[in-house]
């Protein structure tokens, strides 16, 4: 049944805390028996993979460690117990690349909450490789009609932010305020606001990513974070009402922004926290929180359901966030550009290059 499948292929090998990450040839793995091998077409970068690479979280990482966790391609290959999988379907490498499926928290489809997670490009190789495992019942199902280089940033990035817009509570007609809306998790935020109907007001930096935000993105508002003289008024004042947004989801990575959000958000309103900065605290003021009814709480990429839903959303045509590919031996130029916060939206690796 399986197309021909090379011994040797190309990746992206961290083979030290710090890296870089190495270009080299390694072998092609076989699936066990509840998997499936995924001929990885291309891989979104997601700003995790660099703080894998750092060791920048209190979780160890595999060593040597292929990174990557946005990554879209063709089943090659299943395991003898994989029945719902065709050779040939397009399918999608998450960040939950497996989990136990019998603990407390995976028998209410929580499974991001597994104790025994199985992490692509974390605790498992991940997608910066021509040809991935992954869990057969974890895998992102992707319709034939999706194009393959567009949707993989939304295997992370976009059923994450689709998930903490569910969490904030936010319904439509109403604001939110995304932190860091002009990164790869931002702008597909911005998208899927819109999509909800929900007006978003954008936090970055520079005048590309206002651009993109407010042009492209369709942001109501957009607040400078480097030059704003008076953040928390300039948020506040893009609500109609003026009294502050009713959710905010921070995506910046870097603590300032978690401390301020809980400044500017509406009375009764959600600050979501996504983004995972090294060494970072959450601090609020025990007074505002009581009295201002402040609801603080963190989301973690989605279940397998918000994963089918947040690619049904691109299906239809709404999810449309700007990125650029590059090969995949490039990446190490890719992180060098995400650390230094230069990438307006998301950069994706095309693997054949
Ligand atoms: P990114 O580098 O593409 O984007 C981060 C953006 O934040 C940049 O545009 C940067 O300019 C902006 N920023 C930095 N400081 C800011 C500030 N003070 N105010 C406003 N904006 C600021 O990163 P990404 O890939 O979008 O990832 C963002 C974070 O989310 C990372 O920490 C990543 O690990 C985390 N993440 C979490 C989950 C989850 O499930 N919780 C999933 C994926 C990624
Ligand atoms: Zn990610
Ligand atoms: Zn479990």
Not at 110 to 137: H, M, R, W
Not at 172 to 185: C, M
Request: aromatic share 8%; net charge neutral; charged share 20%.
């Amino acid at each position: 049944m399986s197309q021909e499948i090379p011994t040797e292929q190309w990746a992206q090998v961290v083979e030290a805390k710090g890296g870089p990450v190495v270009y080299k040839k390694i072998p092609v793995q076989k699936p066990g028996p509840d998997e499936v091998l995924i001929n990885i077409k291309y891989s979104g970068v997601c700003h995790t993979d660099l703080h894998a690479m750092m060791g920048d979280w209190p979780l160890p990482t595999k060593m040597p460690l292929v990174g990557g966790h946005e990554g879209a391609g063709v089943v090659v290959a299943r395991g003898e117990l994989v029945k719902d999988v065709e050779i040939g379907d397009y399918a999608g490498v998450k960040w939950l690349n497996g989990s136990c499926m019998d603990c407390y928290f995976c028998r209410q489809a929580d499974e991001p909450l597994c104790p025994e997670p199985l992490l692509s490009g974390y605790t498992v190789d991940g997608s910066f490789q021509q040809y991935c495992i992954a869990k057969a019942n974890h895998i992102a199902r992707i319709p034939k009609e999706c194009d393959l280089e567009a949707i993989s940033p939304v295997l992370c990035a976009g059923i994450t932010v689709y998930k903490a817009l569910k969490e904030s509570g936010v319904k439509p007609g109403q604001y939110v305020t995304i932190i860091g809306a002009g990164g790869g998790l931002g702008s597909m935020a911005l998208q899927y606001a819109k999509a909800m109907g929900i007006h978003a007001i954008a936090i970055d930096g520079g005048e590309e990513k206002r651009t993109m935000c407010v042009d492209k993105l369709g942001a109501a508002a957009y607040v400078d974070f480097t030059t704003s003289k008076n953040l928390v008024q300039d948020v506040k004042k893009a609500t109609a009402d003026g009294l502050g947004p009713h959710g905010v989801i921070v995506l910046a990575v870097n603590e300032k922004p978690f401390q301020q959000a809980s400044e500017y958000v509406r009375s009764r309103g959600t600050i979501v926290c996504v983004g995972l900065p090294a060494n970072a605290f959450l601090k609020a003021p025990v007074f505002d929180t009581v009295t201002r009814m402040v609801t603080i709480k963190g989301s973690y990429v989605g279940n397998r359901q918000d994963t089918a839903e947040a690619i049904d959303f691109f299906r239809r045509g709404l999810i449309n966030a700007p990125f650029k590919t590059v090969g995949l031996s490039e990446l190490q130029n890719v992180y060098k550009m995400m650390e230094q916060g230069q990438i307006a939206g998301r950069y994706v690796v095309d693997t054949s290059r």
